[in-house]
């Protein structure tokens, strides 16, 4: 591991500035610093203190992170760094916290933060709709589930199960090998964004792009420019180009509604004459049999076809 | 109000918090062993996506990329209703979220 470690600084002095924002070699660094500050941070039934440790490393690399890219701030304002820090804080307590609670309102956390970013990205509708769809929706089922299905702690010797974390919360499966995978596709992802030397040379010089995108002009009528409101051109962008697209989306969630609901129905699958014998019992004494409205038993009969009162 | 295009740097900026969260949630996804918690790891790699798809469509400057958004939290909607009655489901048979429990399902 330190051999390692001195391996990548070495390549990180040693990396020429290739023009991106961030060199390979310093993204390399970065990865294997977050990896290990990931591994420690994760829950493994370990103590305390390593994993402050882990959370301490990971938030200095993302305030490293942070100087690297601020030291060249251009487009991007004073709410991009807070609500962004907000979101990656909030999302990493969503993987690290063993109480799943408590991981689902740092969910909600992180879903108000990017709804941030939307908005500065002007995209107000779906910034709305993310903090209706997902904060209100979305989470609140999460949390009756996870309400619906709070297990029973199996005693313990204290017997004061309420505080202590069920070991399928507590302790993490693979830590070492999730984190090596992960940051290592996070560093080739850093680096394919920062790195590419084209990105960097165009935004040296802002007409560059315009120049470019007056080439090949996007002729659709989404791509003129903004008038009305970014809700009211959403809409008409959808109503005039998605309209098919739209409609599946409802016959998708109209299909998951029925497939929830034949899921998680009680005692579904059952047999023909169990159902039949299920017939004779679980009728309740006011059910009528059949459409005739003197079928309807009186209370107080055994058998619901017997009528309780004289026939006229 | 004029909206001004955003420029590639900012764009790099957004992409990297896109991709930094699709990460955390992919390791969540692998590490954790509370079933509800690893589908709320699916939903945080939703949520960096979003985040790229809306930059890519503010930096073109058209609206592809917030139409393409609501698709995907459609699915997102469709997927956390039926993996939660999945979740019940599973629940009800072996009373745990452990994810461990169903080691046979590997083959």
Not at chain 1, 59 to 64: I, S
Not at chain 1, 262 to 284: D, K, Q
Request: net charge neutral; aromatic share 8%.
């Amino acid at each position: 591991m330190i051999g390692l470690i001195s391996y990548a600084l070495g390549v990180a002095v040693a990396a020429p500035r290739t023009g991106g924002l961030v060199s390979a070699g310093l993204l390399l660094v970065l990865s294997l610093a977050g990896a290990v500050g990931m591994i420690l941070l994760l829950p493994g039934g370990r103590d305390t203190p390593l994993r402050k440790i882990g959370g301490a490393v990971l938030l200095a690399l993302l305030l490293v992170l942070a100087a690297l890219l601020g030291k060249t701030a251009a487009g991007v304002g004073f709410y991009f760094w807070i609500f962004s820090a907000i979101a990656l804080v909030g999302a990493v307590r969503v993987i690290t916290h063993t109480k799943p609670v408590y991981s689902a309102l740092y969910f909600v956390l992180t879903v108000m933060a990017s709804a941030g970013l939307f908005v500065l990205m002007w995209a107000e509708f779906m910034a709305a709709a993310l903090v209706l769809i997902y904060a209100g929706a979305i989470l609140v089922t999460y949390v009756f589930v996870i309400m619906l299905a709070s297990e029973a702690h199996e005693g313990g010797a204290g017997g004061t199960g309420a505080e202590t974390d069920l070991d399928h919360d507590a302790v993490s499966r693979e830590p070492i090998l999730a984190s090596a995978a992960g940051f290592a596709l996070l560093g080739v992802l850093l680096f394919v964004i920062f790195d590419k030397p084209s990105f960097s040379r165009a935004a040296d010089s802002m007409s560059a792009r315009s120049a470019s995108a007056k080439v090949a002009p996007d002729i659709s009528p989404a791509n003129q420019p903004v008038m009305q409101g970014g809700t009211q051109q959403l809409g008409a962008y959808l109503f005039d180009h998605q309209v098919i697209n739209l409609e599946l989306a409802g016959l998708i969630l109209t299909i998951a509604m029925v497939g929830a609901i034949v899921i998680a129905r009680r005692g579904v699958w059952r047999s023909g004459e169990a159902l039949r014998e299920m017939g004779e019992t679980l009728v309740a004494p006011a059910t009528p049999i059949d459409d005739n409205p003197h079928s309807i038993p009186v209370v107080g009969t055994d058998n619901p076809r017997q009528k309780a009162y004289p026939e006229t | 109000m004029p909206r001004k295009s955003m420029s590639e740097l900012a764009l790099q900026h957004y992409l990297a918090v896109g991709a930094i969260m699709f990460v955390i949630g992919l390791i969540g996804f692998m590490t954790r062993r509370n079933l509800i918690i690893i589908f709320l790891c699916t939903e945080l790699m939703f949520q960096g996506v979003a985040i790229n798809l809306i930059a890519f469509g503010r930096y073109w400057g058209n609206l592809h990329g917030q139409a393409f958004v609501i698709f995907v939290l459609v699915i997102a909607a469709a997927e956390a209703s039926l993996a939660l009655g999945l979740v019940v489901l599973l629940f009800r048979q072996k009373s745990t979220l452990d994810a461990n429990v169903w080691r046979e399902l590997r083959g």
